[in-house]
């Protein structure tokens, strides 16, 4: 199982931001996929946004035009910008990285984003 690190979860008020990051080790690259998932109580685990590295991004249709994702250089990282964050946003977000469009699924330890105020 390949560790992934997150960061960037928390509390938030409705209409604020926050930006979470997911980092694979270095040596993984080159990585196929990188996204973001998240589950509420009650709910399935749903699509938040995903990164095919250097061909597509799939967004969830409930953060279409208020979320980005985004990559760095090396392409080891993704970062997730949530903006005009809703009470619905809150969540368990976890990050999920592919070695390949068929590989082994390999999850983060997920981070909390609660928006409330």
């Known amino acids: 199982q390949v560790k992934l690190v997150e960061s960037g979860g928390g509390l938030v008020q409705p209409g604020g931001s926050l930006r979470l990051s997911c980092t694979a080790p270095?040596?993984?690259?080159?990585?196929?996929?990188m996204g973001w998932y998240r589950q509420s109580p009650g709910n399935e685990r749903e699509l938040v946004a995903e990164m095919i590295m250097g061909s597509s991004i799939t967004y969830g249709d409930s953060v279409k035009g208020r979320f980005t994702i985004s990559s760095n250089g090396a392409k080891n990282t993704v970062y997730l910008q949530m903006n005009s964050l809703k009470p619905e946003d809150t969540a368990f977000y976890s990050c999920k990285m592919l070695l390949g469009p068929l590989s082994w699924e390999n999850w983060g330890q997920g981070t909390q984003v609660t928006v409330s105020s």
């Open positions: 270095g040596n993984m690259v080159p990585i196929y996929s």
